[in-house]
């Protein structure tokens, strides 16, 4: 499994609007699968109440970036499964946002970057939520 983001990544993906976005549409699942399998209630409600709000924020983007640019056509089709621990997924998916909004070809529209911030906040408060909520 590969869950580190780094500038070099970025700087090798050539579409990072595709990257970026099926990697936030595999959270969708594997958000869900960490929240089956956890034991703890909090850590629990934190990522069903992730998993539920995600898939929305994503849509919201591919919309408005589609709607200004074109149709992405050109979605990665691995699927990359979660790590062990919530916490060190979530970290993983705060790393690749903001390693992938600034990658060379991903828009820097102000109206773009707030759908990817509405994301960044989501995870922040997840991050919240199962750090000191327990």
Do not use: W
């Amino acid at each position: 499994m590969k869950f580190k983001a780094s500038i070099e990544q970025a700087n090798t993906t050539k579409a990072p609007v595709p990257a970026l976005m099926m990697c936030l549409l595999h959270s969708v699942t594997n958000a869900h699968i960490l929240h089956l399998q956890s034991r703890s209630y909090s850590e629990h409600q934190a990522l069903g109440a992730y998993y539920a709000e995600i898939g929305d924020l994503v849509d919201a983007f591919i919309e408005a970036y589609q709607g200004k640019y074109s149709i992405i056509d050109n979605y990665p089709v691995e699927y990359e499964a979660p790590p062990v621990g919530a916490i060190a997924y979530l970290q993983y998916l705060e790393a690749e946002v903001q390693t992938l909004r600034r990658a060379d070809g991903f828009p820097q529209d102000s109206e773009l970057q707030n759908e990817v911030d509405n994301i960044a906040n989501l995870i922040n408060s997840t991050l919240y939520k199962l750090r000191f909520l327990k």
